[in-house]
């Protein structure tokens, strides 16, 4: 059984701080790694994209992702109150094309 | 990235029923899938939608309980046949692009009484 861990939060950060995600998976094959944003009764909307360790950044999205410990991280700089939704991490099989979530962290940005 | 309606937006149904949710592209994908959200949860997938054969389900769904069809490269019905109270939840499209990315329609949000 392929997982995704994530602390479910909420995860409450004051505005114009750096809220920091994680998230653990288990398929060590995995190779392609997301970060969707979900605001309470909408649909997933991709925010971040990662495939190789290291850092990537996206304006106030920077995600990390480190193969070796099998961890993938979302920093949000700068939280604005708009930022206050659930952060879904979703991993890709590695012998296909399905997407395996986590549970989702709730972000909470206090003005 | 593609433009996904997904209709209907939300249904209340009763017990016993069925409802079918399409889900229609604004471009030829190969790859499509529908989900479960039940309140409070993360997403769950339900099966891949393979255009020309059946659908390919995961564990747990059968069949029976969501029929899927994929008759072209733009278009996939999924089916909630027999519906019960547990079955209320947010079922989702999504659709398969570049590199594994996946896009999502906006969802049906479904209530069964």
């Known amino acids: 059984q392929k997982e995704v861990e994530q602390n479910s939060g909420p995860l409450s950060v004051p505005e114009g701080a750096i809220a920091s995600l994680n998230c653990t998976y288990s398929d060590r094959g995995s190779q392609s790694f997301f970060w969707y944003r979900q605001y309470s009764g909408k649909s997933p909307e991709l925010i971040m994209s990662i495939y190789s360790n290291g850092d990537k950044e996206d304006g106030r999205f920077t995600a990390q992702l480190n193969k070796a410990s099998q961890y993938v991280s979302l920093l949000i700089r700068d939280s604005q109150p708009s930022d206050s939704a659930t952060y879904l991490c979703?991993?890709?099989?590695?012998?296909?094309?399905?997407?395996?979530f986590g549970g989702g962290t709730r972000v909470l940005v206090k003005p | 990235s593609a433009v996904i309606s997904q209709k209907p937006s939300r249904d209340i149904c009763q017990r016993g029923t069925s409802l079918t949710i399409q889900c229609q592209v604004d471009s030829q994908v190969t790859m499509m899938f529908w989900y479960r959200q039940q309140p409070g949860q993360s997403l769950t997938l339900i099966a891949t939608?393979?255009?020309?054969?059946?659908?390919?389900?995961e564990s747990g769904f059968v069949i029976d309980k969501f029929p899927i069809s994929r008759p072209n490269l733009t278009f996939s019905t999924l089916t909630v046949s027999n519906m019960s109270p547990e079955d209320s939840s947010i079922y989702l499209c999504?659709?398969?692009?570049?590199?594994?990315?996946?896009?999502f329609g906006a969802g049906t949000r479904l209530s069964v009484l």
């Open positions: 999504s659709v398969g692009g570049h590199f594994g990315i996946q896009y």
């Open positions: 939608a393979n255009q020309g054969s059946e659908a390919t389900y």
């Open positions: 979703a991993v890709n099989e590695a012998a296909g094309n399905k997407l395996t």
